[in-house]
């Protein structure tokens, strides 16, 4: 042996990955020492897609600042946006009509459907397999038809307001969306014959990337990731917001803390969602979709147009913001991709005077030396697939 | 247990370090002396009765003129196990702008506290691998503070001309020879 390694001197090997590369997922670099074909050393670089969100944010108003939300995770914009109006909220102290409350959670799932559904074609595309990627984006071609029939924008949306919705749904939007409903358990069940008992696939991700339990909880995952090492946490039933405490659902969990784990709390996530969206069609309260706070929220378009009260009011908050009350708050939502934290201090006047958002994508990114160094080059593809980061939300 | 008991009991444990406690919206802040914050992390982090077991978040807040101290260093403790949570928050001054680092007790604070010293210049003594993470590694100045012009500074960043150098070298690469 000894022979061996004098004939053929070897040598340790460094090699990068991205930022521009079809597999990290967005312009995610990574510098990997190699021995042969076995990771030593992985350091992850981001900041390519830095575009200082929070220093924007503290300059605009509370209702400007939501339109930056859907920049950050801009595969689910929606729940982005649900997580910023809230946070808000909160800090102001109003409270949102039913309706919209169930119309939110509504849109916040029919999102993390379209993400999760993205999550799936591209982690197993990476893997190798094409068929899965072709007919996850069908669906979410259909999730985005049906948010286009909803506010006319597809990907970045800014439906929900502080305060409730932007518009009342139609019940042709309901009706479709029902059928989508419906139908979408069916499409599991072929995503699931075609990847889930897969002998390749489990190959690829059985005991890939394994994070346990204590330390998952130590690094601050959130989301699918923690949920695959069996730690029950979920902001939606821990702190539910919105109408998550008036629908039923389960919170898929895994046990091994793998990359199997993962993907099989995340296909339980999809039935999940579904199932809360069909909740809450059936259990849509009639209402009002605006809450009545006129001090917080915008007055109705159509009143602006007509009434010069409404007019100086609207010209009011929107030049010089409402009159909040100083203090600062921290607000969670369960997003796709975890735990979305909105961090807002407010110093009295219409501008937040610091925004801070807590990415789970950027958590997730800092565990990624962990879940690669020790493995093979072709698992760290693996591991980025199954983190499930968006770049926009990690370098804000 | 409630936010402010969770503020009582630091309170007792720490009772010179700890400045003052609010409560706005049901959510308590509990102000801090930054000396001992790593020996209160562990404290939080270990009690069985606090068990903050999970870091949610740490950053830093900009205070430039409002309060005596600059700048503060937020962070955010949760207890998956007893489901409640506080927020502490460490007063650091412009002219000595360190703190000790809480990596040693949870490993998600790394990248966190990275971006404060990249936002804000906030320095966190025992880090394992201190250096900038969103802006580039030889970027001068911190963005997020409040004298920081929202546009930019007037000076360009010198790696911007080499990589518009590098592009255009790029171009000018003959493909087929």
Not at chain 1, 101 to 122: N, Q, V
Not at chain 1, 387 to 395: A, F, K, N, Q, S
Not at chain 2, 119 to 125: L, P, V
Request: overall charge negative.
């Amino acid at each position: 042996m000894e022979q061996i390694e004098k004939t053929f001197e070897t040598r340790e090997l460094t090699i990068n990955i991205g930022p521009q590369h079809p597999a990290t997922h967005g312009v995610l670099r990574l510098v990997l020492t190699l021995d042969g074909e076995t990771v030593i050393k992985c350091t992850p670089h981001v900041g390519y897609l830095h575009r200082g969100i929070e220093k924007l944010g503290e300059n605009r108003t509370y209702f400007s600042a939501l339109p930056l939300t859907d920049r950050l995770d801009y595969i689910s914009s929606m729940n982005n946006n649900v997580g910023y109006v809230n946070a808000v909220e909160k800090l102001f102290g109003i409270e949102v009509p039913e309706r919209a409350k169930f119309i939110r959670t509504m849109a916040a799932e029919m999102g993390r459907i379209s993400s999760h559904i993205i999550w799936l074609g591209t982690h197993v595309l990476d893997i190798g397999a094409t068929t899965p990627f072709l007919y996850a984006f069908r669906e979410r071609e259909r999730i985005l038809d049906l948010f286009e029939a909803l506010c006319g924008a597809r990907l970045t949306v800014s439906y929900p307001r502080v305060g409730g919705v932007r518009n009342d749904i139609s019940q042709e939007f309901l009706d479709e969306l029902y059928a989508f409903v419906l139908e979408f358990p069916d499409r599991m069940d072929d995503y699931e014959t075609l990847v889930t008992e897969n002998r390749i696939w489990k190959k690829r991700t059985v005991g890939i990337g394994v994070i346990s339990a204590e330390e998952a909880v130590n690094w601050g995952l959130t989301g699918g990731m923690l949920r695959g090492s069996g730690v029950n946490y979920d902001v939606r039933k821990h702190t539910p917001y919105d109408a998550y405490d008036r629908v039923e659902f389960d919170i898929p969990l895994g046990k091994n803390g793998d990359c199997y784990d993962r993907y099989l709390v995340r296909m339980g996530e999809l039935r999940q969602a579904n199932r809360i969206i069909k909740q809450c069609i059936e259990k849509l309260p009639l209402g009002p979709v605006m809450a009545d706070a006129p001090k917080f929220t915008l007055p109705p378009k159509d009143m602006v147009l007509k009434d010069m009260e409404h007019l100086i009011h609207q010209f009011i908050l929107i030049t010089k913001g409402p009159v909040v009350p100083e203090g600062e708050i921290y607000s969670a939502t369960e997003v796709p991709k975890g735990e979305l934290g909105f961090y807002l201090v407010s110093d009295g006047s219409g501008k937040p005077y610091r925004m801070r958002v807590r990415a789970p994508s950027f958590v997730h990114a800092s565990v990624l030396p962990k879940l690669c160094e020790g493995g093979l080059v072709a698992d760290v593809i693996a591991n980025i697939g199954s983190i499930d980061i968006v770049l926009g939300e990690c370098d804000r | 247990m409630e936010p402010l008991q969770i503020a009582d009991k630091i309170k007792e444990k720490f009772p010179d370090e700890v400045l003052n406690v609010k409560e706005f919206r049901g959510q308590a802040s509990v102000i801090l002396k930054k000396d001992r914050i790593l020996e209160i992390c562990r404290h939080l982090h270990d009690d069985p009765d606090l068990y903050f077991d999970y870091l949610v978040d740490v950053c830093g807040v900009d205070y430039a003129g409002k309060k005596e101290k600059r700048f503060e260093v937020v962070y955010h403790l949760y207890s998956i196990k007893h489901r409640h949570s506080v927020r502490l928050k460490a007063e650091v001054s412009e002219s000595a702008p360190e703190i000790d680092s809480v990596t040693a007790v949870w490993d998600g604070a790394n990248w966190h506290e990275r971006e404060c010293y990249d936002m804000f210049g906030i320095i966190f003594s025992g880090h394992p691998d201190f250096r900038r993470i969103l802006m580039p590694e030889d970027w001068e100045g911190h963005p997020l503070r409040k004298d920081y012009p929202v546009k930019g500074t007037e000076k360009e960043w010198p790696g911007f001309k080499a990589v518009l150098n590098r592009a255009k070298r790029f171009k000018e690469f003959e493909w087929q020879e």
